[in-house]
């Protein structure tokens, strides 16, 4: 028996707002039908737009931390992304890939796998639970990689944790490192002086 959804639930999927959905019906991309003056979409209708034609074979969760200290919020995530996928895909194949690591980074293992499995065409769609946990920057540019691979991406949760302050502050001194080190060299008084600047206003946050 077919599965039907709102604009909503279709705009939660792929992490876009409702109105966009509305677009999409309007433009043909997406089909729909009118029930009781609200629009209703096939479910088949989202695996067809996520698998590029195809009913889904394989999906991938990826949960990613910056750090060791946050293993349990790893294993939420992860816990998070198989109930929303269970919801909204019902029982397919699932890969799980994790890493600890900054958002900064592009030598991830786990990205890195990711890549790989959709180059292999060995999966349909990745799911993450926030855009950053798969990049902190060119999230779109790794979308558009996936799409050349026929690989969705799909943002499972719109608000980012209230814990998530922590790791954009890493973040931001993994920056200025960078820079400074570019700039004044990595063992120049005015590095660490630039460093310790950073560091100290970090504490005192």
Known sequence: MERYLTPSEVAEIF????????????????????INGRWRIPYSEVERLLSGGGRLKQVAIYARVSSNTQKDDL??????????????????????????????????????????????????????????????????YLVELFKAYGVGV???FQEEPKDYMQELVEDFVEIVRSFAS???????????????C????????
């Open 75 to 140: 294993e939420r995530q992860i816990n998070a992304l198989r109930e929303w996928v269970k919801k909204n895909y019902g029982n397919v194949s699932v890969i799980e890939i994790k890493d600890v690591g900054s958002g900064l980074k592009e030598d991830r293992r786990g990205l890195k796998k990711l890549i790989e499995l959709s180059r292999r065409r060995q999966i349909d769609v990745v799911v993450v639970a926030y855009k950053d946990r798969l990049t902190r920057f060119g999230f779109d």
């Open 182 to 196: 570019r700039i004044y060299g990595h063992r120049s008084h005015k590095y660490e002086k630039v460093i310790k």
């Open 198 to 205: 950073v560091e100290d206003a970090e504490k005192d946050g």
């Open 154 to 156: 799909v943002v499972a």
């Open 15 to 34: 992490g876009m707002s409702r109105s966009g959905v509305i677009k999409w019906i309007r433009e043909g991309k997406i089909k729909a039908i009118e």
